[in-house]
C-alpha cells in the first residue's frame, strides 16, 4: 500500500518536486527506475493512448480510476491524478475522490473549466462560476477518508479572464483549504512571477510544462527557483512515444524487419529485466 502522507512531507521541503507523466503501469515502472519522487498520472495522456483522441473530455472517471489502481499496484512513488473537472458536479466529484483515493492517489487535482473540458494548452476553454468551483472543492475536501490524499486547485481562467481574474479565482480556491494551486496556462516569466509573488509562500505552486504550449518551458530548477514547488511534464512521455514509435513503425514497414532498429530498443531479456520477471517467477516457486 503506498504511503498517502509522502507526497505531503516532501512538498514541505524546500527543493523543487519534478513528476513525469505517466499513462500506464509501465511507463509508471520505467519513471520510478529512473529515481523520479513522484508521477503524475496525465488525463490527456489517457486520452491520447487509451481512446487514441485528443484532450476533449471524452474519458470517464472509470477509465482513469482504472488506469490509476493498475499504476499504484505496480509502484511505490506518490502519484498524482489529473481528474479533470472532477466528471460532473459537486457529487460526481465526491465519487471521483473517494474511488481515486481507493485506487491509491496521493493527489487530486481539480479543474474549474465546464465540461466536457479541453485541454488546457488549446484554445475556446469556458470556466464556471467561482462558486460553483468552490462548492466543488468543498466537495472533494469532505469525500476524502485521510488527510493525507492531498487535493489540487486548478483554474484556466487566464485565458478566459485574464490574468488577475485568474489569481483571483486561485485565492477564493485556496480559501476552501486546498493543499496546493495550479493556475494553467501561465504565458509569460512575467505572469509566472505574478503568481509566484502572489502565493508561492503560502501553499504549493504547480508547473505545467507542454511542449510546444503556451507556457515557455523551463527547467524544473529554473521554476524552483521562481518560486513553484511541483514541475509536471504531463504530455511529454506520450510525444516521446509517439515520435519514437513513428520511426519503429517505418522502419518495420520499409525493411521488413527490427534489425536495422535494434540498437534503439530492448530486446527480449532486456524488457524482462525492467519487469522484474526473474522475481516474479521466484516469488511464484514460492507457492509451488
Request: glycine residues 10%; aromatic residues 6%; proline residues 3%.
Amino acid at each position: 500500500m503506498n504511503d498517502l502522507h509522502a507526497l505531503g512531507r516532501r512538498l514541505a521541503e524546500p527543493r523543487v518536486l519534478l513528476a513525469p507523466g505517466v499513462y500506464d503501469a509501465l511507463t509508471a515502472l520505467i519513471a520510478e527506475q529512473a529515481g523520479f519522487e513522484a508521477l503524475y498520472l496525465s488525463g490527456a495522456s489517457i486520452a491520447y493512448t487509451r481512446l487514441g483522441r485528443s484532450d476533449i473530455g471524452l474519458t470517464t472517471f472509470s477509465e482513469v480510476e482504472d488506469v490509476l489502481a493498475r499504476i499504484t499496484e505496480r509502484v511505490s512513488v506518490p502519484v498524482i491524478i489529473d481528474a479533470d473537472t472532477g466528471f460532473g458536479n459537486a457529487l460526481n466529484v465526491q465519487r471521483t475522490v473517494r474511488g481515486f483515493e481507493r485506487a491509491g492517489a496521493a493527489m487530486v487535482q481539480l479543474e474549474d473549466q465546464t465540461f466536457p473540458k479541453r485541454c488546457g494548452h488549446l484554445d475556446g476553454k469556458a470556466v464556471v462560476p467561482v462558486a460553483e468551483m468552490q462548492g466543488k472543492l468543498r466537495a472533494a475536501l469532505d469525500a476524502r477518508t485521510d488527510a493525507g490524499t492531498l487535493i489540487l486547485a486548478r483554474t484556466d481562467a487566464l485565458a478566459v479572464e485574464g490574468l488577475e481574474a485568474a489569481l483571483d479565482r486561485a485565492e477564493a480556491y485556496l480559501d476552501c483549504g486546498v493543499d496546493a494551486l495550479f493556475i494553467e496556462a501561465l504565458r509569460t516569466p512575467g505572469q509566472m512571477d505574478a503568481a509566484c509573488r502572489r502565493f508561492a509562500h503560502r501553499v504549493p505552486l504547480l508547473a505545467n510544462m507542454v511542449e510546444g504550449g503556451k507556457t515557455p518551458v523551463q527547467s524544473a530548477d529554473e521554476l524552483g527557483a521562481r518560486g513553484f514547488r511541483m514541475v509536471i511534464f504531463p504530455g511529454g512521455t506520450a510525444r516521446a512515444v509517439a515520435h519514437m514509435l513513428g520511426g519503429y513503425y517505418a522502419s518495420l514497414r520499409q525493411n521488413g524487419t527490427t534489425t536495422p532498429w535494434q540498437a534503439q530498443m530492448l530486446d527480449f531479456d532486456g524488457l524482462n529485466a525492467v519487469l522484474g520477471t526473474d522475481q516474479l517467477l521466484a516469488q511464484g516457486r514460492r507457492y509451488e
